[in-house]
């Protein structure tokens, strides 16, 4: 299932650090694994259950370019602040750290893969887990059993509004507003308004 994984989501291999890639493809491998799913049953559930889900984009096609929006993004905030204020080591505070960001980004909706469920029929509809566990409080707890380190939770459990109203680290905004950003624009181009 692995190399599956990697397959299918290949920004996995984005994450510098070995571990912390290890533990994205368990949090990925158990996920999976409890929802009864295969690698590729990611491209048929959609990106969310409400009436546009089953229009256009699947939960693998929303992660994906979520993950792709963040990259550049990255990098033109550490590039900019960085010249701005110039390289010193007590400035570097103004970044965001690129394996943070990714891994979070990679595991963000994680839990959707048990929030949701196919119908036979190929429908996305809420499951019965869903019905108590929202995705993120699902995927933090699958990561936190897979060895993903507290930063990067903290990123899966705020970025939706079970995390409004308290701290959000600077990636984790990031995360949430890149993510809006594109089911915002979505649902407008959809003429969906919710
Ligand atoms: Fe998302």
């Known amino acids: 299932m692995r190399e599956k994984l990697i ?9 510098f650090d070995k571990k ?4 994205v493809i368990a949090t990925y491998q158990e996920t999976l694994q409890i929802a009864g799913l295969e690698v590729e049953d990611m491209k048929k559930v ?3 259950w409400d009436n546009i889900s089953n229009a256009t984009f699947s939960y693998l096609d929303h992660v994906r370019v979520v993950t792709k929006m963040c990259k550049p993004i990255l990098a033109e905030y550490n590039v900019s602040y960085a010249e ?19 891994a979070g980004v990679i595991l963000h909706d994680v839990g959707k893969l048990l929030e949701y469920e196919l119908t036979p029929d190929g429908r996305t509809v809420e ?24 930063n990067i939770i903290h990123i899966i459990a705020t970025h939706s509004r079970e995390g409004n109203g308290g701290y959000r ?3 984790a905004i990031a995360v949430i507003k890149i ?3 594109n089911f ?3 649902k407008s181009h959809s003429n969906i308004f919710l």
Do not use: C
């Not at 397959?7 to 994450?15: C, H, N, Q, S």
């Not at 912390?20 to 533990?23: K, R, S, T």
């Not at 929202?134 to 897979?146: D, L, Q």
């Open 184 to 186: 915002e624009t979505i």
């Open 20 to 23: 912390l890639q290890d533990a």
């Open 7 to 15: 397959e299918f989501l290949p920004e996995i291999k984005w994450i």
């Open 179 to 181: 993510d809006n950003m």
């Open 84 to 102: 701005k204020i110039g390289y010193s080591l007590d400035k570097l505070k103004y970044s965001l750290d690129h394996d943070t960001l990714i």
């Open 46 to 48: 959609a990106f969310v």
């Open 169 to 171: 680290s600077p990636e």
């Open 127 to 150: 499951s019965s887990l869903g019905k108590y566990l929202r995705h993120p409080i699902s995927g933090a707890a699958v990561a936190f059993k897979n060895g993903v380190p507290a």
